[in-house]
């Protein structure tokens, strides 16, 4: 199943915008529990804190579960907030109705965009390179010859 066949399937499954929140919820919330518990350990560092294991063998420090109880408790209070619910819900409503991309798209786009690229970059070279030239070689002779 190629790529655009799979956001066509996906698209008319009209797949519950929830689980997309769920998943977002869930990711970012791992990413944030990551981020947190090394935020929470520097902390504890430059306090002289010791950031003991919790249980032995296990490699979960206080850090880490600090990091995983804030985060969780944001994402608690995410979920019950009307608002960012209600947002929430809308953006993966929107998010669900995207027409993405097909991969044969990108890449002719982005073939597009490196050669208008490096169109640019040659003429600005040009003009770069002619300018240099002018203003430093050409006109000073110039210059220089009129005034003898």
Do not use: C, H
Request: cysteine-free.
């Amino acid at each position: 199943m190629s790529v655009t066949e799979a956001s066509q399937q996906a698209n008319r499954a009209e797949m519950d915008p929830r689980r997309l929140v769920v998943v977002s919820y869930l990711v970012f919330g791992l990413i944030l529990t990551l981020f947190l518990g090394r935020l929470i350990e520097m902390l504890m560092a430059q306090l002289s804190i010791t950031n003991t294991e919790i249980i032995t063998g296990t490699q979960i420090k206080v850090a880490d579960l600090s990091g995983f109880v804030i985060t969780a408790g944001l994402a608690a209070y995410a979920w019950m907030n009307p608002k960012v619910k209600s947002l929430s819900m809308e953006v993966a409503t929107e998010l669900m109705r995207v027409t993405w991309p097909s991969w044969e798209d990108v890449r002719v786009s982005t073939i597009a965009v490196v050669v208008a690229s490096l169109v640019a970059a040659v003429l600005l070279f040009g003009m770069d390179t002619l300018s240099y030239n002018l203003m430093v070689k050409w006109l000073p002779a110039l210059w220089g010859s009129l005034g003898s």
